[in-house]
């Protein structure tokens, strides 16, 4: 009798899990259950739509929904849309993916509850996404004692109405494909209450969480997307196009209302179309039904211009945009009496934004590519231009760097997605003084070293450092450096893994590892003595063996990194103003070398005169070469961003979080500047006025922080007013300045 009862316990348990694993047609399952189509095939750009119902006893007063999908979804609860592009695209590690969690309780009521999704599957990889090779929506929602999951019993039907473009398609680095919405194939109100879905196949359950082919879940770090309303806009019509200016590049999702016969077709494109080498980027496509009809592409692009191209017989009676983007604002601001500055300076603000998304991107037309050379500049200019809102993207970006690790140890980007190859100088910077150690420096966030040291450590591992200094140059899977000519990778090599191990010393003291401390210290002083010795020659840095005009990218870096003592600046003054290889990937290091010797003037003339054509230009965003317009929204050209901020401004933390920062303001021959931004302690607000003899400042020093300024030692009459401590930092006065240390507060310094 008890072997009869405990097979039948073992009969039915095994009932139920098969039922949670294979999904009979419409069966309630225990636990929630990734679903797909039954009939799903692999291909690219597919589209369906699903619905799911559950009666609720009350209405909740928190709904607290796991949702996850391959690629992207939109979710309508009793007809009211609750998610507009939900799903970060795959990629936590080579295996996994993320969801999103969200309080549903908002659209939830008493009793039958209506849940529609529109399901977009990418269907191939990307250099941002990491395609599984299978459409799939999870939903797991705890509603007190009640669950409302996805399982067998949910209705799915392919939709018929999105379709591929069979030309034109977007380059091999985009997962997204372009998009063509047919009218005459849409389900009118399918994502309303009360629609009858009876007819639609019951959706097939794959298996429960952590199931193949998406596997575990990583909870998504960021915002969802901020969702700046529908605008409608006039606009121009000649011929057969429709003009519709934006007032800014932006992530946008297109809106039209036109009358039509069935049939019409009507192409969306952007100024962004048409890219180097030939590289189409996303576009939409219209397909009209009869009568007056309104449509908005769900599929976002970018650009300043919408041009509608529509065929005859068509009457566009409205058009309209929805600016989509990530969820942080602008809170820096600063002020300086430089019109092309400050030009430059909301543009690359500009610039910054539209590059982010899912990811940090190189730039949202081509690639949408996570390139970590571009991420180290956007993330030190989000510090300054960002609220801490854009904090969790990058470091979402740190660790998936880290997670995509491969099982040889080398790191390699962009991830997620398909481009497995090495690039070595990028890996270094990012590892290394201004890529990990810089985020731990803004924010304050140490324990991020007990994530990253690891890796780092077994990356750092792959390089040699000789006896003498030499570090063996690593090609990776692309030996890269810069774009243009004249650029002497090795000497940049050299320097950039100085700074690695620069970066990697002050983590393994944090880590407590004293040992690996002292290595670092020790290559790199072999590295300097190599370099200073072997490299350098009457006209600066060379790399033995390298032919060309010396470059300037690699010895701007050799002044960021210390290595070049202040013996040498007279050269490298001469060289770092007037020799000019660098793209604007570059540009950022070879103008800060400037900044740093004390030759701000210099800077502020190289940067204008580089950037000319691009502060005179009316696109709002910085492109991605100094004379081509090829890409016009490209990440690594904000440099002067965070230079503005950290020199002529003079902020920049000196301890991690903002624990102590400097106030050294250069302003550069002009008679003031204004700056506030908020750090990770809390406002941080200056103001600078010199008039003839004399010079006025005013610092906000937030609550648990304190402020260095420094005070020229010609200066007389000193001045220091405000409610805190200041005190004279005996060991820290050189040949120009004695230092200060002010506690929290407001602080009025003068002098003449």
Not at 519 to 524: R, T
Not at 701 to 715: D, E, Q, T
Request: aromatic fraction near 14%.
């Amino acid at each position: 009798m008890n072997k009869t009862i405990t097979f039948l316990l073992l009969f039915l348990s095994g009932v139920t899990l098969m039922a949670q694993s294979t999904g009979d047609k419409g069966a309630k399952a225990q636990r929630a259950q990734w679903i797909t189509h039954p009939q799903f095939e692999e291909g690219e750009n597919q589209w369906f739509q699903l619905i799911g119902t559950h009666e609720l006893k009350k209405k909740p007063k928190k709904a607290i929904a796991k949702i996850a999908a391959d690629s992207k979804y939109w979710l309508w609860i009793n007809g009211e849309l609750a998610v507009f592009e939900g799903q970060l695209k795959r990629g936590p590690n080579s295996n996994d993916t993320y969801y999103d969690e969200i309080d549903l309780s908002k659209w939830l009521k008493k009793g039958k509850n209506t849940i529609a999704v529109q399901l977009w599957y990418y269907g191939r990889s990307g250099f941002s996404h990491n395609n599984s090779g299978k459409a799939g929506f999870f939903f797991d929602c705890q509603v007190g004692e009640e669950k409302i999951i996805t399982d067998a019993s949910w209705k799915i039907k392919r939709d018929k109405a999105y379709q591929r473009v069979e030309k034109d398609e977007p380059n091999y680095r985009l997962s997204e494909r372009q998009v063509k919405f047919v009218a005459t194939e849409a389900i009118e109100g399918w994502n309303k209450t009360g629609f009858d879905c009876s007819g639609w196949s019951c959706a097939e359950a794959v298996g429960v969480e952590g199931c193949a082919p998406w596997n575990y879940l990583h909870k998504r770090i960021i915002p969802f997307w901020k969702d700046h309303g529908k605008t409608v806009i006039k606009a121009s019509r000649v011929g057969n196009r429709v003009r519709m200016k934006l007032p800014y590049n932006m992530q946008f999702h297109f809106y039209l209302k036109v009358k039509a016969p069935a049939g019409k077709n009507i192409v969306v494109t952007t100024d962004n179309y048409y890219t180097i080498n030939g590289g189409k980027i996303i576009r939409g496509e219209y397909v009209t039904k009869e009568g007056v009809q309104e449509y908005e592409h769900l599929p976002w692009m970018s650009g300043h211009e919408v041009y509608f191209d529509v065929e005859d017989g068509v009457e566009v009676m409205e058009v309209g945009y929805r600016e989509t983007g990530y969820d942080s604002e602008f809170d820096g601001v600063l002020k300086y009496d430089d019109k092309d500055l400050m030009v430059l300076l909301e543009k690359a603000k500009r610039t910054l934004y539209v590059t982010m998304r899912d990811n940090y991107m190189d730039c949202p037309d081509r690639e949408r590519a996570q390139w970590w050379g571009d991420l180290v500049l956007e993330m030190e200019e989000s510090f300054y231009a960002m609220d801490a809102d854009a904090l969790p993207l990058a470091r979402k970006a740190i660790y998936e760097l880290v997670d995509w690790q491969n099982d040889k140890g080398v790191l390699h980007s962009p991830i997620p997605g398909n481009y497995p190859k090495e690039l070595p100088q990028q890996m270094l910077a990012s590892v290394g003084w201004f890529g990990f150690r810089h985020f731990v420096q803004y924010t304050g966030d140490l324990e991020l070293y007990k994530k990253v040291y690891p890796h780092v450590k077994r990356y750092l591992s792959l390089w040699t450092v000789g006896e003498d200094g030499t570090v063996p140059f690593k090609k990776g899977g692309w030996n890269w450096s810069d774009w243009g000519k004249q650029i002497d990778k090795n000497l940049l090599e050299q320097v950039w893994y100085y700074l690695a191990l620069k970066g990697y010393a002050e983590m393994a003291e944090y880590m407590n590892e004293p040992a690996v401390h002292k290595d670092a210290l020790d290559k790199m002083m072999r590295i300097k003595k190599r370099l200073n010795t072997v490299f350098w020659t009457k006209e600066g840095y060379r790399s033995p063996g390298y032919k060309d005009e010396i470059d300037d990218r690699g010895n701007g870096l050799a002044v960021v990194a210390g290595i070049a003592d202040k013996s040498k600046y007279p050269v490298l003054k001469d060289l770092l103003f007037n020799i000019r290889h660098a793209s604007p990937y570059m540009e950022k290091y070879v103008d800060e070398a400037l900044f740093m010797m004390g030759e701000s003037e210099l800077a502020l003339r190289r940067i204008k005169e580089r950037y000319k054509m691009m502060i005179d230009d009316e696109t709002t965003t910085l492109w991605e070469i100094f004379a081509k317009k090829n890409s016009l929204n490209h990440a690594w050209s904000g440099g002067p961003l965070s230079l503005m901020y950290k020199y002529i401004a003079g902020i920049q933390p000196t301890k991690p979080g903002f624990e102590e920062f400097a106030v050294f303001p250069d302003v550069a021959g002009k008679d003031n500047v204004e700056c506030s931004f908020s750090s990770v302690k809390g406002n941080i607000n200056m103001t600078y006025e010199k008039e003839e003899s004399s010079v006025k400042f005013t610092i906000e020093v937030p609550k648990g922080a304190a402020a260095i300024i420094r005070i020229p030692l010609s200066s007389e009459h000193l001045r220091l007013k405000g409610k805190g401590k200041a005190d004279l930092l005996a060991d820290r006065t050189d040949l120009s300045y004695k230092y200060y240390r002010l506690s929290s507060g407001n602080w009025l310094i003068s002098h003449n």
